[in-house]
């Protein structure tokens, strides 16, 4: 769905820029080096279809970027891409919310909610619906655990270059952009099997290896960190009503691309309240309905 999720996400980012008054949206070319002649033809071929040709910018046959990374190959440069400094991005949203008294910071209490066929209520608050956006808390929702929203481990390194690269380049890793002058973050790991909330020397060791086998430049690492990426098992989001209670809506298994996913599925979700159009039926909540049925059953 790049053709619709692309134009969409570059308008939303820079329409709230606008909007909060800040910057935190950066769109940026992709540097992809070839690692083989067989993976450099095979991108040559797909380059002149028409779904992906507008994505791409030039193919080099030869190495474009020698100085800075090993691409002995050449490799890909994407257009519509960047990076989205999701620090900035959270903290002038909920700045912008706040100033207008429609934020609440606080935790929420599924034994206050009170959920009524036209309404639902909560402490003084009163709604038509409700919206879960809680990741892999909904493991804790009693109304939503059914969902198989799982958890994938990623863990990421913040580093120092002595030079700044002239594109994003990803190869087994991704090198962006952060805070500070001449700071990257560089990831990410995949590991559905660790749930620990701390760092690994693991996951260092394997983005340091594959750090230097994609760059030349000499760096420093400074920082590590972790997070938990909310993932389906048909790697889709979940959204919409609860089988039971219509005014309960979740959103939900954006995985590693909730950045990119995000301002599309929100608009078809908000269409969807708002009485027009559908929920998509590859990210509705309805192909999970038997999973309910079963802990229905459960239950009882």
């Not at 820029?17 to 991108?43: A, G, K, T, V």
């Not at 028409?50 to 190959?73: C, E, G, M, W, Y």
């Not at 309240?273 to 998509?280: D, V, W």
Request: aromatic fraction near 12%; proline fraction near 6%.
């Amino acid at each position: 769905m790049a053709e619709k999720i692309f134009p969409s996400l570059f308008q939303f980012y820079k329409e709230t820029e606008d909007l909060l008054h800040q910057r935190f949206f950066y769109p940026m070319r992709i540097y992809r080096p070839f690692i083989s002649i067989e993976e450099q033809n095979e991108w040559m071929a797909q380059s002149e279809e028409n779904p992906l040709k507008k994505f791409i910018s030039k193919i080099h046959t030869s190495q474009a970027f020698n100085r800075q990374v090993n691409d002995a190959f050449g490799g890909v440069i994407t257009e519509s891409s960047g990076y989205l400094d999701t620090v900035a991005f959270l903290t002038a949203t909920r700045d912008f919310l706040k100033n207008r008294e429609a934020f609440r910071e606080s935790f929420f209490d599924f034994e206050k909610l009170i959920t009524q066929k036209d309404k639902i209520v909560y402490q003084n608050l009163e709604a038509k619906k409700i919206i879960f956006c809680d990741g892999i808390g909904v493991r804790t929702n009693p109304y939503f655990n059914w969902v198989p929203v799982h958890p994938l481990k990623g863990e990421t390194l913040t580093i120092s270059l002595s030079e700044v690269p002239e594109v994003i380049f990803n190869r087994g890793v991704y090198i962006v952009p952060s805070q500070g002058e001449k700071l990257f973050m560089v990831g990410a790991t995949y590991d559905p099997n660790d749930s620990t909330h701390e760092v690994s020397d693991t996951a260092k060791k394997e983005l340091e290896e594959k750090l230097r086998d994609l760059i030349k430049i000499p760096f420093t690492i400074n920082h590590q960190n972790w997070g938990m990426r909310p993932t389906s098992p048909d790697r889709r989001p979940i959204i919409g009503p609860h089988p039971e209670f219509e005014n309960l809506i979740i959103f939900n298994g954006l995985g590693t691309k909730g950045v990119s996913l995000s301002p599309y599925f929100s608009v078809q979700l908000t269409q969807w309240l708002e009485g027009h159009g559908e929920i998509p039926r590859d990210v509705n909540i309805e192909r999970f309905k038997s999973l309910y049925s079963k802990f229905s059953s459960a239950m009882i």
